[in-house]
């Protein structure tokens, strides 16, 4: 064989390996999240309620084992009363925040009927920005997430999905765990 023969052979039977590593099937979600948070993460009064989105895509490497890539936006406010210096003269500050997480992971799941009951391990990253009062402040951090969920068949290829996870992250130096309950619209392929 010349040198472009086996080159082209090479190619070919890495592009048939690489192939065979594509997931076969897979699903798409995308709906309403819910998930606490807290402001400057500091003091037990600290938390919010902060609403929004949740949207993940799997691909199915066997019927019942996933690859899980899921990205979120939660976002909400909260009004303190704040003391400017002597003497205390209370005021009013609201101070808001903006969460995104980013997160990778494995998830395994069963069909029963119209129910298809899933449970995920998923990591990754975390950003979030506050700002109120005259301050501003963001910070990244390292996030994990261990949860579950089920999609009931709705039509072929369509389900509806309920899901929660607790969200675990270190964020403005002081570690949080927070649940995400999300619902919406799965679109299967």
């Avoid at 890539?69 to 209370?90: N, Q």
């Avoid at 990754?124 to 301050?135: A, C, K, N, V």
């Avoid at 969200?167 to 995400?180: A, K, Y």
Wanted: proline share 4%; net charge positive; hydrophobic share 40%.
């Amino acid at each position: 064989m010349q040198g472009p023969s086996k080159l082209a052979l090479f190619f070919f039977v890495c592009t048939g390996l690489g192939m065979a590593q594509l997931p076969t099937s897979g699903n798409a979600f995308v709906g309403y999240s819910y998930s606490g948070a807290r402001v400057f993460a500091s003091g037990s009064n600290s938390g919010i309620n902060a609403n929004g989105w949740e949207g993940s895509v799997e691909g199915k490497f066997f019927p019942w084992i996933g690859v899980v890539a899921d990205l979120d936006w939660h976002y909400g406010g909260h009004d303190f009363t704040a003391c400017t210096p002597a003497p205390c003269i209370p005021r009013i500050v609201t101070v808001n925040a903006s969460r995104h997480d980013l997160l990778f992971g494995p998830r395994a799941s069963i069909s029963r009927g119209r129910y298809t009951p899933f449970a995920e391990l998923l990591l990754g990253l975390m950003h979030q920005t506050d700002s109120g009062g005259g301050i501003s402040n963001s910070d990244t951090g390292f996030a994990f997430a261990v949860g579950g969920g089920v999609d009931y068949k709705l039509i072929k290829g369509v389900a509806a999905r309920l899901q929660l996870d607790s969200i675990h992250n270190s964020l403005f130096g002081r570690s949080q765990s927070n649940l995400r309950i999300s619902t919406g619209v799965v679109f299967k392929f």
